[in-house]
Each structure stands twice: as C-alpha cells, then as structure tokens.
C-alpha cells in the first residue's frame, strides 16, 4: 500500500492549508478501517491529530483537543483519499504532518500504513 501525501506549505498564523493523502491498495479486495493524519514537531513526539473511522453505524471523526473547531477531517472513499482541512492556522501547527490508515486486506489481516509526511510552517 502507498499513500501519497500532499498540500504542506508555508503560511502566516491564521492561515489555511488543505492536505491530502491517496491510499493506493496493491491487493483487489480490501477495507480501510481507519485513515488518519498525525503530526511530529521538533523535538516531539508524534502525535494524533484527527482521525476518521469506519463502523457499521457510520464514520466516528475525533480530533486532538488542539484542533478541535479549525480542523476538519475528511475521506472520499470513492478515491481512497483523506482530506485534512486545517483553518486558523497557529505557528504551534507547525510539523511534519502525516497520512495514516489501517487497511485489512485477506492476505495480511489488517495493517497500519504510513505516508511519508509533508512539512506545514506557520509563522507569526
């Protein structure tokens, strides 16, 4: 599975970007489970930013208590693609912003899949 992220940039504190990331599944039967985006800033852990998961009832969508109300995450499934809308940028946005899914596939059960991360800087 590759995922390809995009969108990353550089903007002043209250800013937009709008990232993307298309998931390109290798096996003909599959189901993404979750599709995600995290963030690492320097000197810091990674950590989760906004996820949207599949359930029988429909997708559960949360977001890290820092985001909440400028972020929005969303997945065109028709496209395997997750959108990470991102609004009232703050320079403490400032990271490396990462893709994330977790696919099941017959073969290899379900897997977690990472792009390979694209750099957002937000200046005061």
């Known amino acids: 599975v590759q995922l390809q992220a995009s969108g990353g940039g550089s903007v002043q504190a209250g800013g937009s970007l709008r990232l993307s990331c298309a998931a390109s599944?290798?096996?003909?039967?599959?189901?993404?489970?979750?599709m995600g985006w995290y963030r690492q800033a320097p000197g810091k852990q990674r950590e989760v930013v906004a996820t949207?998961?599949?359930?029988?009832?429909?997708?559960?969508?949360r977001y890290t208590d820092s985001v909440k109300g400028r972020f929005s995450i969303s997945r065109d499934n028709a496209k395997n693609t997750v959108y990470l809308q991102m609004n009232s940028l703050k320079p403490e946005d400032t990271a490396v912003y990462y893709c994330?899914?977790?696919?099941?596939?017959?073969?290899?059960?379900?897997?977690?899949?990472w792009g390979q991360g694209t750099l957002v800087t937000v200046s005061s």
């Open positions: 994330n899914t977790n696919m099941w596939t017959p073969a290899t059960g379900s897997v977690d899949y």
């Open positions: 599944p290798s096996a003909s039967f599959f189901r993404i489970n979750v």
């Open positions: 949207d998961t599949t359930t029988a009832s429909g997708p559960i969508i």
